[in-house]
């Protein structure tokens, strides 16, 4: 599946806001190419909270451990939360925070992986997802767009 077939899906999900920054927005330099996705049905960033999934094109400072600066190389970062990490990555996030969750490729592709950075909070990542993870990946960014909106309805 490509970056566009994600963009696409997730639009069409009641209230669903994709910020994808460039060159001259508000937005910093290194965010520029890449793509977060929020609940938001008023059309507006939230400000109080962090997007639900993202899609990131290239290594940032304190994450290269997926490799993703060689061309055609990007990752879907979804928080999960803790059953369903646990389901696709074998432990929990704890197992993450610990350090005892087992070596890891990061840059392995079509394939669940904890985020390299964010696994321990729930993130789980794909590197170039492809037929072995797609139908599991729809149905993950269904229910954390899902999730995102009880969230934001219960505190509104």
């Known amino acids: 599946m490509s970056i566009e077939q994600i963009i696409f ?3 069409g999900f009641d209230g669903a806001l994709v910020l994808a920054p ?10 520029w190419g890449d793509y977060f996705f929020y609940y938001a049905p008023d059309g507006r960033v939230p400000q109080n909270r962090q997007p639900y ?3 990131i094109t290239k290594d940032y400072p304190d994450d290269t451990q997926s490799h993703l600066d060689p061309p055609d190389r990007w990752r879907l970062n979804i928080h999960v939360g803790q059953a369903a990490f646990t389901e696709l990555i074998g432990v ?9 969750a087992g070596a890891r490729d990061f840059a392995a592709t079509d394939e669940f992986l904890p ?19 797609m139908p599991t990946v729809t149905a993950l960014l269904r229910q954390a767009h899902d999730d995102d909106q009880r969230r934001v309805t219960r505190r509104g």
């Open 9 to 11: 899906l997730v639009r």
């Open 22 to 31: 460039t060159e001259g927005s508000d937005a910093p330099e290194i965010a």
């Open 53 to 55: 999934a993202t899609i």
């Open 92 to 100: 929990g996030p704890d197992a993450v925070r610990e350090g005892v």
């Open 115 to 133: 985020h390299p950075v964010y696994g321990a909070l729930g993130w789980i990542a794909v590197v170039n997802p492809g037929e072995r993870t």
